[in-house]
């Protein structure tokens, strides 16, 4: 079962509510800016166990204190529901660090 994609009007809306995150390539994409390369890695580690349980993996990659995080969903062939769900849990997480 294929997730549907997102509209450019639910995109817009998730955009003007979490001004951190843009728009590139047909994904989401936001750089978090931790203390340090600790801090980081353990926001790496606590958002895989979030994405694991849904299913639903991010591309991103980590130098030092910051991790570059890119969001889409190949089955939907862009930005779904999911996307913004990971994109809201990573900022909690990002919260409490």
């Keep these: 079962m294929s997730t549907a994609k997102a509209t450019h009007t639910e995109i817009d809306e998730f955009l003007q509510t979490n001004n951190e995150w843009t728009l590139t390539d047909d994904a989401l994409q936001r750089t978090f800016t931790f ?25 991103w990659s980590n130098v030092y204190n910051r991790v570059t995080v890119k969001l889409t969903t190949h089955d939907a062939g862009g930005i779904s529901a999911k996307d913004f769900e990971l994109a809201r849990q990573m900022e909690l997480i990002a919260s409490r660090r």
């Design 35 to 59: 203390r340090n390369f600790r801090e980081a890695f353990g926001f790496m580690a606590e958002a895989a166990l979030v994405a694991e349980r849904s299913s639903h993996h991010p591309e």
